[in-house]
């Protein structure tokens, strides 16, 4: 069970300046301890970010955007701040050449490039796409050469070069990617950077295309580059080892000017580096700026993932729902004092929530904080056995959510809920084809019959609109959650309502239905949670 732990602005005070103070302190704390560890090296200003969710992230198993799905993307990149953005590979099909060229189009103000072979066909393509930047690629491992190239490494040198000087001949600003460059020898890696560096391309990218390589072993080969790079070095590396997050950031410190990445870390295989992460870390470890937008990153993460339809692991770092939830009883106690005793950043700099769970680990500060948010207290005494029964049957395997907790605290009370006094009477929904869903209630509140009807984006929306509205205007949808329970079409569904006065949303209320239908297991569920409300408030009534 999870309860997002928020404080209302006017309730900000002297504490709370305290603790901005120490927040700074904790970060700053956190890049003191990089610096001195590496022995007070300098860093460097600033980093620039290439997205490439669009292409190698579409290359993750079982992901294919449409056109639009590409579109909204592209665009939340660049609100987020992404300085490059690598559109796709547009000799692939006729599809992905349409989308590249609407990106293109789109006058973002990120750099928009498209992949391409060292080939005419493939260059003509991107060029064809009006695009003004382009990123060639080659491979320079003897791997790659010998089984799947069939070249030979002067062969491989004429191409890449040839490349470059026919992309430049058009005017385009040319990334060069010597690819599987670090299963490469490194004396011929050197020897392809100088070649296509003296054909004028503006930027190189050292792939690590297998993710093979370590973070010191990064940093040594970006050293060893640089000796011969005069152009700005970018890396793009995998995550076959989990350390494609960690090799970026040492190659950065080693001199790299950009970094290769993706929402969410989607990507072939194990996925490349993962934006959020690398973006958080330059700027927590070593004080680098890029010009991404920290607290949009949640927002543009569960965009992607609801697109991609790739789930975000919950301890995924930064944007997992566990990223800032906690537990422990001796975890929540220091975080409801000082947050940093227990995180490393703050949740809202990234645009998330702080979570406390309800679990075999749970401590009284943890039930008390949760309850007090549905404006439920208990005695000390009630609320250390409630805690008590939450360990034993969480030892049991039970999983808790708020309404459990709340019926638990309601037991623990020595009384139940009183009968609502909202109460459905008639309800009907109409929605169809090119008809905006439209619901009709009638309750029966206090006594008083009220009559509503709202429209909605679907019959759920219009159906809690038209109840929500029929009772008190002011009364506002926190939450909605579905979850199916069994399988199949005939699949049982459990929803829960959480619901709030907008004019004091430290209030909350949660109902909780179960049923076959989805549409009158939600009325339900929201009925219940009207009555809880309206029993804390009973303003609301009138």
């Known amino acids: 069970m999870t309860h997002t732990h928020e404080r209302k602005e006017d309730e900000v005070s002297g504490r709370d300046s305290a603790s901005v103070d120490s927040t700074k302190r904790a970060v700053a704390q956190i890049g003191e301890n990089v610096r001195k560890a590496?022995?007070?090296?300098?860093?460097?200003?600033?980093?620039?970010?290439?997205d490439t969710t669009l292409r190698d992230g579409e290359?993750?198993?079982?992901?294919?955007?449409?056109?639009?799905?590409?579109?909204?993307?592209?665009?939340?990149?660049?609100?987020?701040?992404?300085?490059?953005?690598?559109?796709?590979?547009p000799i692939t099909s006729e599809g992905e050449k349409e989308a590249v060229k609407a990106i293109g189009k789109l006058g973002l103000r990120a750099e928009v490039l498209g992949l391409s072979r060292c080939s005419k066909t493939d260059i003509d393509t991107v060029i064809d796409c009006d695009l003004k930047s382009i990123h060639l690629f080659l491979a320079t491992s003897d791997i790659h050469m010998q089984n799947k190239l069939k070249m030979t490494r002067d062969q491989v040198v004429e191409k890449a070069v040839w490349a470059v000087d026919y992309a430049k001949s058009h005017g385009m600003i040319v990334e060069f990617s010597p690819e599987d460059a670090t299963r490469s020898d490194v004396a011929f890696l050197k020897r392809v950077v100088q070649a296509v560096q003296d054909a004028k391309t503006d930027r190189i990218d050292i792939p690590d295309t297998v993710g093979v390589m370590i973070p010191q072993a990064m940093a040594g080969l970006i050293t060893d580059l640089k000796t011969v790079a005069k152009v700005p070095l970018a890396v793009h590396c995998?995550?076959?080892?989990?350390?494609?997050?960690?090799?970026?950031?040492?190659?950065?410190?080693?001199?790299?000017?950009?970094?290769?990445?993706?929402?969410?870390?989607?990507?072939?295989?194990?996925?490349n580096a993962a934006l959020e992460e690398?973006?958080?870390g330059l700027v927590t470890f070593f004080g680098i700026k890029t010009n991404i937008d920290l607290k949009k990153l949640t927002h543009v993460s569960r965009l992607v993932s609801h697109l991609t339809g790739v789930q975000v692991q919950p301890n995924k770092a930064i944007v997992g729902d566990n990223a800032f939830a906690h537990e422990s009883g001796i975890h929540v106690h220091g975080v409801l004092g000082e947050a940093f005793t227990y995180e490393a950043i703050a949740p809202e700099?990234?645009?998330?929530?702080?979570?406390?769970?309800?679990?075999?680990?749970t401590g009284t500060h943890a039930v008390e904080a949760i309850l007090k948010g549905y404006g439920i207290e208990l005695p000390e005494n009630q609320l250390k056995e409630l805690v008590i029964r939450i360990k034993k049957l969480s030892e049991g395997g039970k999983k808790f959510d708020d309404a459990e907790l709340i019926a638990l605290s309601y037991d623990m009370l020595g009384r139940t809920e009183e009968p609502g006094c909202i109460k459905l009477e008639e309800f009907a929904v109409f929605t169809g084809i090119n008809f905006t869903p439209t619901a009709t209630v009638t309750l029966d509140v206090a006594g008083r019959q009220k009559r509503a009807s709202e429209s909605g984006i679907g019959p759920i929306d219009a159906s809690l609109n038209a109840i929500r509205s029929a009772v008190n205007k002011n009364i506002i949808l926190k939450e909605y959650k579905l979850?199916?329970?069994?399988?199949?079409?005939?699949?049982?569904?459990?929803v829960t309502v959480k619901l709030a006065d907008k004019r004091d949303d430290g209030v909350l209320s949660l109902g909780k239905s179960v049923g076959p239908d989805i549409v009158l297991t939600s009325v339900e569920a929201e009925i219940i949670s009207l009555n809880r409300l309206c029993s804390i408030k009973k303003e609301l009534l009138s």
Do not use: M, W, Y
């Open 238 to 271: 995998h995550d076959d080892f989990g350390l494609s997050v960690s090799n970026s950031l040492a190659a950065v410190l080693a001199g790299a000017e950009e970094i290769h990445c993706t929402i969410n870390g989607l990507g072939e295989r194990a996925g």
């Open 278 to 280: 690398i973006a958080v």
């Open 349 to 361: 700099s990234v645009g998330k929530e702080r979570a406390l769970i309800v679990g075999k680990h």
């Open 483 to 494: 979850e199916a329970i069994t399988g199949g079409s005939d699949a049982l569904c459990e």
């Open 59 to 89: 290359q993750t198993p079982n992901v294919a955007l449409s056109l639009d799905d590409k579109i909204k993307i592209a665009q939340a990149l660049d609100d987020l701040g992404v300085d490059i953005i690598e559109a796709g590979f």
């Open 38 to 50: 590496l022995g007070g090296k300098t860093f460097p200003q600033h980093v620039k970010i290439l």
